[in-house]
């Protein structure tokens, strides 16, 4: 099984061994690597991509527990993989934003059940117990942008094979996305929208 190396380091180069490289039938090659910095899609963050030897990774997914890169050219032996930092920038901010909002609204009785972390698609969905009131989508921007201002820092924990993340003293969340050293690095957060359909509240963001 690949090392998931991205859980517990920031780097975004680093070398590994082709364990198995399959040509599909679109010319496309499957890639399986002894370790890996590449996010793969899920979990509402979309796919890291770069490069791996020569080739360009297009795409990592988990497919039954591994992780597998779509590359546009074959690799063999030990290569090097390099991250596209601007990429890995922008979706790792998207999902550390999601993270604030979740603590925000939560303080006023909702539950964080899903998100989807995507630019132009970006929100997070809570549920409730009983009755209660649609937060003011002002008062989330503000109260994330106060989180933000305090460049809390990341607090990542694995126990048990079960990884934490969180910032500063906030609630910790079970996750296996990537994150921001600082809540400083996630900028400035726009609340789109908040709107309750049956129960589900919807919280629309974007950076």
């Not at 030897?53 to 993989?81: C, F, N, Q, W």
């Not at 979740?102 to 059940?113: K, L």
Request: hydrophobic share 35%; glycine share 10%; charged share 30%.
């Amino acid at each position: 099984m690949t090392e998931r190396t991205y859980f517990d380091s920031d780097e975004l180069e680093t070398t590994a061994e082709v364990v198995s490289c399959t040509q599909q039938e679109d010319r496309k090659y499957r890639v399986v690597l002894s370790r890996t910095l590449f996010h793969p899609q899920g979990g509402g963050q979309l796919t890291d991509i770069g490069t791996i030897g020569e080739a360009a990774m297009l795409k990592a997914t988990v497919e039954e527990s591994e992780v597998v890169h779509l590359t546009d050219a074959p690799v063999v032996g030990a290569v090097t993989l390099l991250v596209d930092a601007e990429n890995r920038r922008r979706n790792t901010r998207y999902h550390s934003a999601g993270h604030l909002i979740s603590v925000v609204v939560e303080r006023t009785g909702w539950r964080a059940v899903k998100g989807d972390h995507r630019p132009g698609e970006a929100r997070v969905v809570f549920e409730r117990d009983g009755e209660l009131a649609v937060p003011a989508e002002a008062d989330v921007e503000v109260a994330v942008a106060e989180l933000v201002g305090s460049g809390l820092a990341r607090v990542q924990k694995t126990e048990d094979g079960r990884r934490t993340v969180t910032w500063g003293d906030l609630p910790a969340y079970a996750c296996g996305g990537t994150h921001v050293v600082s809540t400083a690095d996630v900028g400035k957060v726009r609340i789109v929208s908040a709107k309750d359909k049956k129960g589900q509240l919807s919280v629309r963001y974007e950076l």
